[in-house]
Nanobody, 126 residues
């Protein structure tokens, strides 16, 4: 059974930073691309970033490019998202997620994840 557990969310001021973490279990983590999706109130689910199974390639949404960085630690089955220069519009529930494809495929950003965790709330407010 796939299990994804996020942590690291919180309330920060505009311009601040956060680091989200995801502990994965129940599958061979190093064989799969992984990603982060977010959903703001009243808005659709949005893929923020996807990373290849080995960590050497990434997709980053235009809305966060240059501010968010995805990374992974396959030895410890961990996925991370570094959020810098946060804006009010980044306020959302953030979910660790498995894309449809095991390999990095940017087209997967148009489809819902095959699985995701319970989420961690990120709120940007002064």
């Amino acid at each position: 059974e796939v299990r994804l557990v996020e942590s690291g969310g919180g309330l920060v001021q505009p311009g601040g930073s956060l680091r989200l973490s995801c502990a994965a279990s129940g599958f061979t983590f190093s064989n799969y691309a992984m990603g982060w999706v977010r959903q703001a109130p009243g808005k659709e689910l949005e893929w923020v970033s996807i990373i290849s199974s080995g960590g050497g390639a990434t997709y980053v949404a235009d809305s966060v490019k240059g501010r968010f960085t995805i990374s992974r630690d396959n030895a410890n089955n961990m996925l991370y998202l570094q959020l810098n220069s946060l804006k009010r519009e980044d306020t959302a529930m953030y979910y660790c997620a498995n894309p449809r494809s095991a390999y990095l495929n940017e087209a997967d950003r148009h489809f819902p994840p095959s699985s995701r965790g319970q989420g961690t709330q990120v709120t940007i407010s002064s």
